[in-house]
């Protein structure tokens, strides 16, 4: 999978889509990226990039409104602040269509990375946030809190929806990169769910080498404690091993892992490998390094219900500090050693 870490702004321009207006509200000057409206945006481009939703999708055939925009823009033939209008009146024509959608702020923002210039769109979903109000009522001062519902999201908060979109090549396997969160009514029911991957963005989501290595632990681990959940010795075995090929391989064969595990226990093996296939992962998993790297950088451990243990990898693998012992009887001792301070929080 491609990490961006290198993300510059070029330029930036925010429009204003509001459900209750008959128009978009158009910005006609790109944004004065200030160093904390810079900053402000970076933040949730970096924080997006980063986020475990994030996907891969390419454009489908069919024409598209946003795909010929975007790549009209970054091939430079179009303005950037009449492209960036055009986007957002379609958006804004979704909204109008399905009255379940939100009203935004759309940025549109040009952006360079080690991998080459992008345009993002970022949907600005508004906040609930609260202020103060003061009259003067019979020459005394009286003070009420007011909320307020056109607030952004802070730099903390992720976005529900964004996109990130490269200039279509030949070589490329994909061409955006996109986040899709879908929000819940009180009913149930989403709000205009997959309106912004198949009507705004006109594009199939793929999987990447993240998503497939994900896929392949969370299987894993769900059929461990379907199969395994009184045997903490033969559920260590599996986790363990699934550990160690994460890290030392770059290709995963799911029969070779199977038989590795459960060693004469064919009808085992043959029951996992039958479980992940239905599942949706293949024979051979491409694992993403950089993922895994940060996914076992911390270990939580869930014991017997009532115990957690958190430890990062470093500690985990030190058999001086920290040590898994299989008693033979399918339970296991977990050994915490050279303790020379502890505090109760």
């Known amino acids: 999978m491609e990490y961006i870490n290198e993300v510059n702004l070029n330029e930036a321009i925010l429009h204003v889509l509001d459900n209750n207006g008959d128009e978009p509200i158009y910005d006609e000057y790109t944004l004065e990226l200030s160093d904390e409206t810079y900053e402000y945006i970076l933040k949730h481009i970096q924080k997006s990039l980063k986020d475990e939703e994030l996907k891969y999708a390419v454009f489908n055939s069919e024409r598209n409104i946003v795909k010929e925009l975007s790549q009209e823009y970054l091939s430079g033939q179009g303005a950037f602040i009449a492209i960036s209008k055009e986007i957002a009146k379609q958006l804004f024509i979704l909204m109008k269509s399905n ?39 019979e020459d005394k001062i009286g003070i009420n809190i007011i909320p307020q519902f056109i607030g952004l999201p802070s730099g903390g908060q992720r976005l529900q929806k964004c996109a990130f979109i490269k200039p279509i090549l030949d070589e490329n396997s994909f061409d955006l990169m996109l986040i899709d969160k879908q929000s819940k009514t ?5 709000y205009g769910s997959n309106y912004f991957i198949s009507n705004f963005l006109g594009c199939t989501v793929v999987e990447n080498e993240r998503d497939v290595t ?26 363990s091993s699934l550990k160690k ?3 030392q391989e770059d290709k995963i064969d799911i029969n070779e892992f199977s038989q590795d595990v459960f060693g004469e ?28 790297e940060n996914k076992l950088k911390r270990v939580r451990l869930k014991i017997d219900k009532d115990i957690d243990v958190y430890i990062n990898e470093e500690t985990y693998d030190d058999s001086s500090r920290f040590e898994i012992v299989r ?14 301070n502890y505090i109760e929080k």
């Not at 009180?186 to 989403?190: F, S, V």
């Not at 085992?268 to 296939?277: D, G, I, P, T």
């Not at 008693?327 to 303790?339: A, L, R």
């Open 99 to 137: 009255g379940n959608i939100p009203s935004c702020d759309l940025i549109v923002v040009s952006i360079s990375t080690e991998f080459g210039p992008m345009l993002a769109l970022l949907k600005m979903d508004y906040v609930k946030n609260y202020t103060h109000n003061i009259e003067f009522l």
């Open 186 to 190: 009180k009913d149930g029911e989403d």
């Open 214 to 239: 994900r896929n392949f632990i969370k299987t894993a681990e769900k059929w461990t404690r379907n199969n395994l959940k009184d045997n903490a010795e033969a559920a260590e075995v599996v986790r």
């Open 245 to 247: 090929k994460l890290k």
């Open 265 to 292: 226990s064919k009808d085992v093996a043959e029951n996992f490998v039958q479980y992940v296939k239905e599942q949706g992962v293949g024979e051979h998993v491409e694992v993403d390094k950089q993922w895994v």
């Open 327 to 340: 008693n033979g009887d399918g339970t296991i001792n977990i050994v915490i050693k050279h303790i020379k």
